[in-house]
């Protein structure tokens, strides 16, 4: 098990930007992906990005080429670059790694986007 800790989150303008970090409590060499989700009131959660140990990136459409995910080894850390934000980036953004055949997710940071 990985305990994941979120920080990062606020309110900005739309068109600002924003940056997330997520803190595992153990090495995140051998976690196979870690990624970010979010939830956006009364939608289903969904995929943002992912960054596997080794292999692609993965971003959702809606967020490609204005999100940029990134994984430090050494740190332990998975950060989310977030530019030029819209109101519909309003959400809730989980941490996620996939480890020992368990999905692990954080407690979430709340991201709010004003028009």
């Known amino acids: 098990q990985v305990e994941l800790v979120e920080s990062g989150g606020g309110l900005v303008q739309a068109g600002g930007s924003l940056r997330l970090s997520c803190a595992a409590s153990?090495?995140?060499?051998?976690?196979?992906?870690m990624g970010w989700y979010r939830k956006a009131p009364g939608k289903q959660r969904e995929l943002v990005a992912t960054?596997?140990?080794?292999?692609?990136?993965k971003y959702a459409a809606s967020v490609k080429g204005r999100f940029t995910i990134s994984r430090d080894n050494t740190k332990n850390t998975v950060d989310l670059q977030m530019n030029n934000l819209k109101p519909e980036h309003t959400a809730v953004y989980y941490c996620?790694?996939?480890?020992?055949?368990?999905?692990?997710w954080g407690h979430g940071t709340q991201v709010a986007v004003s028009s």
């Open positions: 960054r596997p140990s080794g292999g692609t990136t």
């Open positions: 153990r090495s995140i060499r051998r976690i196979i992906v």
């Open positions: 996620y790694a996939y480890f020992r055949l368990r999905a692990n």
